[in-house]
């Protein structure tokens, strides 16, 4: 048509390759996933195992022993981080590329050009060896423990009550929380008795199994509110005055105790302050939550298996990388062979078998690669914290943590910012001073009068010292820490003190005050 022409635009564009889009994912899974993820595809992909297990060893294979594990072939990543990498970097395979690499954006990975019948591909480069004869070997033994609700049940059964009376605990004990609280109406459990159980139970007849649940050890449990499982605590305890006083404080004060108006409660009751403190010590160590210490063989096993382990050695900080979620990965021997065997074939139908494993061994293949580089990165990553952060690793003080963020790091090792987030997400560290997340060691920084650049979390330290250290019957306010800290060389405004306090799980001066 008059008028129109044709016209060519040539464009750079950035795509990730498939080997990039799988490092990217397992970047940012903590260990604990990462296991689940390699147990999913070892059991999806049949050329894949795992070389840690016995159990998947190729009885067929008479060859030496599989997998190469020296030096050369599969790098220790337990070593000292320094600045300059030397003998601490990690030797790229040949078929790995640096995919984080800036210089690397338009990295291409064709599964076709691996993987065929005469593959002459070393075989050690086909496994991730990610253990080490050093690994420390920890077995985890958890203790058979009774729950709450066990705890309860047992304690109904061995009492008087009657046959209904302890139908309707066991409904009372099935609706009380994990903190101990009973979150649903009495109205309630008398309609789901009705319809569900066709039992006929009063509001009154079901409170009155209530009082006898409440008895029950722990103390507190079943109470509606807060206020209701103090109560329950104070009336299983001996009557002397100060729990009487401590008694009348939650029936009649309880609002002006939880406002701290400790005024109005010396008035409203006719008592002293020398009475007041001692009730309010009792009150003090009251249980608010029953249900989470409801035995004291009970606990939360709530573990944590860091990803990176530092140590200190000749007064250095050394790195090693935790293997435990990451296990021996590597491609069977038998499925190269029968893919070579069915390759060699001169009928089709045959040499269709042939694809079937090639598939599934270039699979293979870009699992494991992404695994190392997956490795690599970490280790990268936190060779470049600890640099950064060298005095803490040596000393354990979190007032020596320097003012760094995700910048710094991805300079340092020449990686894009979105790389090292994936990194520090959800990662842990086990140092001599305890077990940290890798996010605790990044800060912004404000520089003082005197020209010096500190960490936030440094000036959060001297904030929570200075109120742990400050007169309780006259708690020091947000402007008063203003002042104090303005004293040190810090020039923060008060609205970043009230954050930083809000931030540090401390109440405001009126809510710390003490008689």
Not at 40 to 57: A, M, V
Not at 108 to 126: A, F, M, V
Not at 189 to 194: D, F, G, P, T
Not at 464 to 485: G, Q, S, W
Request: aromatic letters at 6%.
């Amino acid at each position: 048509m008059p008028g129109q022409k044709n016209t060519q635009i040539l464009t750079t564009t950035q795509k990730l390759s498939p080997q990039q889009i799988m490092v990217m994912k397992l970047l940012q899974l903590p260990g604990i996933l990462l296991e689940d993820k390699i147990k999913e595809e070892i059991e999806t992909n049949p050329t894949l195992e795992n070389g840690d297990d016995p159990n998947t060893l190729d009885p067929e294979d008479d060859s030496e022993e599989i997998g190469d594990n020296s030096p050369d072939d599969n790098p220790d990543y337990s070593s000292e981080p320094d600045g300059e990498g030397g003998d601490n970097e990690i030797e790229n395979d040949e078929n790995i590329d640096d995919y984080n690499s800036k210089d690397n954006s338009s990295l291409d990975y064709n599964i076709d050009d691996e993987g065929s019948g005469d593959d002459d591909t070393p075989y050690y480069k086909l496994s991730a060896n990610n253990s080490s004869p050093d690994d420390e070997q920890v077995e985890i033994q958890h203790a058979d423990v009774e729950s709450l609700s066990e705890r309860l049940l047992n304690q109904i059964m061995m009492s008087s009550l009657t046959k209904k009376q302890k139908f309707i605990a066991t409904q009372i004990i099935g609706n009380i929380d994990e903190s101990g609280y009973l979150k649903i109406t009495l109205q309630q459990i008398s309609n789901y008795l009705a319809f569900d159980y066709y039992v006929d139970a009063s509001t009154q007849e079901i409170e009155e199994v209530l009082h006898e649940v409440q008895k029950l050890d722990p103390p507190g449990i079943a109470a509606r509110d807060l206020k209701e499982c103090l109560l329950i605590q104070l009336n299983q305890m001996d009557t002397t005055e100060d729990v009487i006083i401590a008694r009348q404080i939650i029936e009649k004060c309880f609002d002006e105790l939880s406002k701290k108006h400790f005024d109005k409660i010396l008035t409203k009751l006719k008592i002293n302050e020398e009475q007041f403190k001692r009730a309010e010590q009792i009150i003090i160590h009251l249980n608010p939550k029953p249900g989470d210490s409801s035995s004291p063989t009970e606990m939360n096993f709530n573990y944590v298996f860091p990803d990176f382990i530092v140590y200190i050695e000749d007064n250095e900080p050394k790195l090693t990388l935790s293997s435990r979620n990451v296990p021996d990965l590597r491609i069977k021997k038998s499925a190269q062979k029968e893919m070579a065997m069915y390759a060699s074939s001169d009928k089709p139908y045959i040499k269709e078998s042939a694809n079937f494993y090639k598939k599934y061994i270039d699979s293979a293949k870009l699992f494991i690669e992404a695994i190392n580089q997956r490795q690599k990165t970490l280790y990268n990553t936190m060779s470049s914290i600890i640099r950064h952060q060298k005095e803490f690793f040596m000393t354990g003080d979190e007032k020596k943590i320097k003012p760094m963020i995700l910048e710094d790091v991805a300079k340092d090792i020449k990686m894009d910012i979105s790389t090292v987030s994936r990194v520090v997400n959800s990662k842990y560290v086990r140092t001599p001073y305890g077990t940290y997340l890798l996010k605790d060691f990044f800060s912004e920084s404000m520089t003082t009068d005197s020209g010096e650049e500190v960490s936030n979390k440094k000036i959060k330290s001297d904030l929570k010292e200075i109120i742990e250290n400050e007169d309780k019957t006259n708690p020091l306010t947000d402007d008063d820490l203003v002042r104090t800290l303005n004293e040190k060389g810090y020039n923060i405004a008060r609205r970043t003190i009230a954050k930083y306090r809000v931030q540090l799980g401390i109440p405001s001066a009126r809510m710390r005050k003490r008689i």
